[in-house]
């Protein structure tokens, strides 16, 4: 089953900047559509962005759009979430995987680490 390696969390302030990166062994990410999803404690999994297999498309949930931006490069078999403008209710563990949703995702795949982002003065 594919694996996914997040990277690039960390702790910003207000306001700040971070690039998350998504690595992947033993699958082709060109292949699939891809997703950067979030979680905090006690809440449910958020679907943040998704990008076509192409990158030619993408889409963003309302509460990061106009501040994140979902990008890959199949070449490197890499997905990349740019976030600026971070607020704290931005703060969570973000995970990348197939764009099918939660549900699918943990139905039918396999979650990596995530990455903690922090966001807080």
């Known amino acids: 089953q594919a694996r996914m390696e997040e990277s690039g969390g960390g702790l910003v302030q207000p306001g700040g900047s971070l690039r998350l990166s998504c690595a992947a062994s033993d699958v082709t990410l060109g292949s699939y559509a891809m997703a950067w999803y979030r979680r905090t404690p006690g809440s449910q999994c958020e679907l943040v962005a998704s990008?076509?297999?192409?990158?030619?498309?993408?889409s963003y949930a309302d509460s990061v759009k106009g501040r994140f931006s979902i990008s890959r490069d199949n070449a490197k078999n890499m997905v990349y979430l740019q976030m600026n403008d971070l607020k704290p209710e931005d703060t969570a563990v973000y995970y990348c995987?197939?764009?099918?949703?939660?549900?699918?995702?943990?139905?039918?795949?396999?979650w990596g680490p995530g990455t903690q982002v922090t966001v807080s003065s």
């Open positions: 995987n197939a764009d099918g949703g939660c549900t699918y995702v943990d139905t039918y795949g396999s």
């Open positions: 990008i076509t297999n192409d990158g030619k498309d993408a």
